[in-house]
């Protein structure tokens, strides 16, 4: 481990179960991104998979980690039809409920043009936004634009910018989603072509 000066300042062995003593914690969070839960009779086999593995997730993170919440990088559902983000809900308020879980938009939820406003119906979370956790910040900066080949909407930027410049003096940790503009990650072509 090495501070801000590069200079080391400590070490963590890792073990079996890869968890390591680093004495007492200011508080725990989970990082997750692509959770890609979905209602496609086509392909059961992928949407059943994804969902269990999101159960799972949520039930080892709030049950036998007990983090004090989570975060998620985007890309909740397969089309983000109000069907599949109702679905993801349910599994949040089933497996979560007493856990908050903070979201950023990923390309996965602007397949509907609807989205931005749907989206906060079904996470409770704005587009963008940031909280604190202590003396900490959490930026999340979600995307919505790209089928108008522009990732952030108007001012987004500039608020992200204003946001950190407020917290020069704090930890931050911003948490978004962008895809590739092209080849990986651009399996339905929505950025072929786009610069």
């Not at 200011?26 to 990082?31: D, G, I, N």
């Not at 004090?68 to 599949?84: H, K």
């Not at 983000?85 to 599994?91: D, E, I, Q």
């Amino acid at each position: 481990v090495y501070g801000s000066n590069e200079e080391r300042i400590g070490h963590i062995e890792l073990t079996e179960n890869l968890t390591a003593d680093l004495g007492e914690k200011l508080y725990t969070f989970s990082a997750l991104s692509d959770i890609h839960v979905g209602l496609n009779e086509n392909n059961k086999e992928y949407y059943l998979t994804s969902t269990n593995d999101f159960i799972n997730a949520l039930q080892y993170l709030n049950n036998e980690v007990a983090v004090d919440f989570n975060t998620i990088c985007g890309d909740l559902t397969v089309y983000a039809s109000e069907n599949e983000l109702a679905f993801y809900k349910s599994m949040v308020d089933e497996y979560s409920a007493d856990t908050s879980v903070y979201v950023a938009a990923g390309n996965h939820e602007e397949y509907k043009a609807y989205t931005s406003e749907i989206l906060h119906i079904y996470t409770e979370n704005p587009l963008f936004y940031y909280f604190e956790q202590g003396d900490d910040v959490f930026i999340m900066v979600g995307i919505i634009s790209s089928f108008e080949h522009s990732t952030f909407l108007d001012g987004e930027l500039q608020w992200l910018y204003e946001v950190l410049e407020a917290n020069r003096n704090k930890r931050c940790f911003v948490f978004e989603h962008v895809p590739t503009d092209v080849g990986s990650g651009d399996a339905l072509g929505l950025h072929t072509g786009s610069k």
